[in-house]
C-alpha cells in the first residue's frame, strides 16, 4: 500500500555530518506526518523528529540543535540533516509515514526498512 525508502546510512567520524532520505510511494492518499526514528542495539525504537504535513516540527531533546527534519521538493519526500554526530547517535534510522491509502482507510503508521548510522572514530 505504502511503501518508505530510506537512504544516507554511513559509518563517519564524530563531530561529522550525514544526511538521510526517505521517499513514500505507492497507493497514498494523504499523509498527515512523516518522520524519523532510531533503535539502538539493546534499546526501544525512539523517535528522533517529525514533522507534519502543516509544517509543525517536533524534535527529541537529544538531537536539538544538531538534527534538521524538512520536507523534500519532490511530494512525500523528507530528510534528516545530521550534524555533530556523537557515538550515541549510532543506531538504525527509520523513516515514518502516518498515511491513509484511499478515503475510506484510517490513517496508520508505514516504516521503511532502516538505514545504519554508525558514529566512531
Excluded at 538534527?67 to 556523537?86: D, E, R, W
Aim: charged residues 15%; proline residues 2%.
Amino acid at each position: 500500500q505504502v511503501q518508505l525508502v530510506e537512504s544516507g546510512g554511513a559509518l563517519v567520524q564524530p563531530g561529522g555530518s550525514l544526511r538521510l532520505s526517505c521517499a513514500a510511494s505507492g497507493s497514498i492518499f494523504s499523509i498527515t506526518a512523516m518522520g524519523w526514528y532510531r533503535q539502538a542495539p539493546g534499546n526501544q525504537r525512539e523517535l528522533v523528529a517529525t514533522v507534519t504535513s502543516s509544517g509543525s516540527l517536533n524534535y527529541a531533546d537529544s538531537v536539538k540543535g544538531r538534527f534538521t527534519i524538512s520536507k523534500g521538493s519532490a511530494k512525500n519526500t523528507v530528510y534528516l540533516q545530521m550534524n555533530g554526530l556523537k557515538p550515541e547517535d549510532t543506531a538504525v534510522y527509520y523513516c515514518n509515514a502516518v498515511a491513509k491509502h484511499s478515503v475510506i482507510s484510517a490513517f496508520r503508521d508505514y516504516w521503511g526498512q532502516g538505514t545504519q548510522v554508525t558514529v566512531s572514530s
